[in-house]
C-alpha cells in the first residue's frame, strides 16, 4: 500500500471521518518492548546520549540488542525532543488527524531516574510546544486539534516521572487526560483528584480500562484470565462516580487477538469477536452499566510487594504480627454504590445485594474479628470455606450491606484476636473481591 501511495493510516482516518469519529494519533512516549534494534543501534552510534540505557525491555521476547543498546528516549536531550516534535508535525501537516495523544502508559520513565521528578519543567515545555504546533495547524485546518495524554493513574506517581499534569491541566495545554495503569486495570484509583481539577479548566477525564486484573492473576491463570463484563461494570461504576467524561481501553484488543502464553503456538480466539465490542456499548452508558451485575477486584496490580512503574504503586494489604493479638489492620476498597441494607445469600450464592469475598492468611486454631468501616459483622453472618491443601488460604465470605458499607471509599478492618498454637507465618491479606448482583 505504501509503495503505491496510500499510507495505512490514512485507512483508518477516513474510516473514523466516515462513522463521525474523531481520529487521534497516538504516540508511545517510550515504548520498551524493544522491537526497535536497528533503529537505537542507529542512534548510539549518531546520538549516544539520547538513549536512556538504565532501563530495560519490559519484555522477555526482546531483541537481546535492546538490552545492551538500550530501547528508552532521553527528554532531557534537546535533540529527542526536536525529532519527536518534527514527527508529531509532520502528522499533524500531512494528514486528516483531529489531534494528537502522547501515551505515557507506553512508558512513563523518560528521564534518568535521579533527575525524573525535577524534569517536569522539561516536559511541561514539550507539551506546550506541541500544543501550539496544533493550534497553528489547526487555524490552517480551519477547525481545532485536540491534544490529550494517557498518563498513571495517581498524580503523586506522574510528578515522581516528571509529568506535571495539573499544570498541563490548568493551563489549558491538553484537552483530555486518560490516568490509568501501565498494564491492568485498578478498581481503587483517586481518579476525583483528576476530575475535579478538569473540571475547573475545561479539560476532559476518560479513565482507562485493561484487559487484564494483575501479575499474579495472570500468571497463575497461565495468561488466561481476562476481565469479564461484570468486572467491567463494576470499575466503570468507580469511573463515572468519581465523575469521568468516559473511559478508554488498553489492550482491549487481546480479548479475541492473538495468546501470548509462552511455549503455546500463539493461537487466537476469533470466535469472540465481534461481541465483546457489545461490552463497550454498555459501558459507555451509566444507565446500562447500573442495570448489570458487577465484580469489584483489589489485587495487588504487581504483586503483593510491587510497586510497578518506577516505583509509584503502593497495593492495599492488612499484614498482622501473631506477637502482637488484637492488633487492627485495614485495606481500603472503593465502590460507588448505593448498596441495599439486607442483601440475600442462598448458601454461598450471592442471590440480590452484595457480598465480600476474601482470603486471609489464617489456618485451623485461628481466631479473627471482622469490621466494615469499624462496625463489627457478626461472627454467624461470616462463613469460611476450607480447603484440603494447607498451603491454599480459605475463602471468607459475608453479607455487605449498607449501613455499614457507604457509597466510595470503604475500610475493610480485621483483628487476629485467637492465634493457632505453633503457628508463626503472620495473617496477610492482599486480595478483596466484592459481587454486586441487581434484583431483576
Known amino acids: 500500500m505504501m509503495d503505491a501511495g496510500t499510507m495505512p493510516v490514512e485507512i483508518y482516518i477516513d474510516q473514523c471521518h466516515q462513522e463521525n469519529m474523531e481520529f487521534i494519533a497516538g504516540f508511545r512516549m ?11 543501534l542507529k542512534i548510539s552510534q549518531e546520538h549516544p546520549d539520547w538513549i536512556l540505557k538504565e532501563f530495560k525491555p519490559t519484555s522477555g521476547a526482546a531483541d537481546p540488542r535492546s538490552r545492551e543498546i538500550g530501547c ?12 519527536l516534535f518534527s514527527i508529531m508535525k509532520e502528522v499533524a501537516n500531512r494528514f486528516d488527524v483531529d489531534g494528537i495523544e502522547f501515551n505515557f502508559t507506553r512508558m512513563p520513565e523518560c528521564f534518568p531516574r535521579d533527575m525524573a521528578s525535577q524534569s517536569d519543567a522539561i516536559m511541561t515545555g514539550f507539551v506546550r510546544r506541541v500544543r501550539h ?17 494517557r498518563v498513571l493513574q495517581h498524580l503523586e506517581g506522574c510528578q515522581k516521572m516528571g509529568l506535571d499534569v495539573p499544570t498541563w491541566i490548568q493551563q489549558k495545554l491538553v484537552n483530555y487526560v486518560a490516568p490509568g495503569d501501565i498494564g491492568f486495570t485498578e478498581f481503587n484509583a483517586p481518579l476525583e483528584e483528576f476530575t475535579q481539577l478538569a473540571r475547573a479548566h475545561d479539560c476532559y477525564i476518560y479513565p482507562q480500562v485493561e484487559s487484564r486484573l494483575g501479575i499474579d492473576r495472570w500468571k497463575q491463570s497461565n495468561r488466561t484470565e481476562f476481565q469479564t463484563p461484570d468486572q467491567y461494570r463494576a470499575v466503570l461504576r468507580n469511573i463515572y462516580g468519581a465523575g469521568a467524561d468516559g473511559f478508554s481501553t488498553q489492550n482491549y484488543f487481546i480479548l479475541w487477538g492473538p495468546q501470548f502464553s509462552p511455549g503455546t503456538s500463539g493461537f487466537s480466539r476469533p470466535h469472540n469477536y465481534p461481541k465483546v465490542l457489545n461490552t463497550l456499548q454498555i459501558l459507555r452508558d451509566p444507565q446500562r452499566v447500573a442495570a448489570g451485575d458487577r465484580h469489584f ?31 487492627r489492620g485495614e485495606f481500603r476498597f472503593r465502590m460507588c454504590e448505593h448498596l441495599p441494607a439486607d442483601s440475600q445469600l442462598e448458601g454461598a450464592t450471592l442471590q440480590t445485594g452484595a ?35 494447607s498451603a491454599t488460604l480459605p475463602t471468607c465470605r459475608f453479607p455487605l450491606n449498607s449501613p455499614p458499607a457507604v457509597y466510595g471509599d470503604n475500610y475493610l478492618g480485621m483483628k487476629l484476636v485467637k492465634s493457632a498454637p505453633g503457628e508463626t507465618r503472620d495473617m496477610v491479606l492482599h486480595d478483596v473481591e466484592v459481587l454486586v448482583k441487581v434484583a431483576k
Request: net charge negative; with cysteine.
Open 30 to 40: 517510550n515504548d520498551r518492548h524493544g522491537n526497535n534494534p536497528d533503529l537505537f
Open 133 to 149: 504546533m496544533l493550534d497553528e495547524t489547526g487555524q490552517q485546518k480551519g477547525r481545532k486539534l485536540l491534544l490529550g495524554v
Open 72 to 83: 528508552s528516549l532521553d527528554y532531557s536531550a534537546a535533540g529527542v525532543r526536536d525529532w
Open 355 to 389: 457480598m465480600l469475598i476474601c482470603h486471609p492468611g489464617i489456618v485451623p486454631g485461628d481466631k479473627i474479628e471482622i469490621d466494615i468501616n469499624g462496625t463489627p459483622i457478626a461472627a454467624e453472618n461470616i462463613q469460611y470455606q476450607w480447603k484440603e491443601d
Open 297 to 327: 477486584i483489589f489485587t495487588p496490580l504487581w504483586g503483593p510487594d510491587g510497586q510497578g512503574p518506577g516505583k509509584t504503586y503502593q497495593a492495599e494489604r492488612i499484614d498482622l504480627k501473631r506477637a502482637d493479638l488484637g492488633q
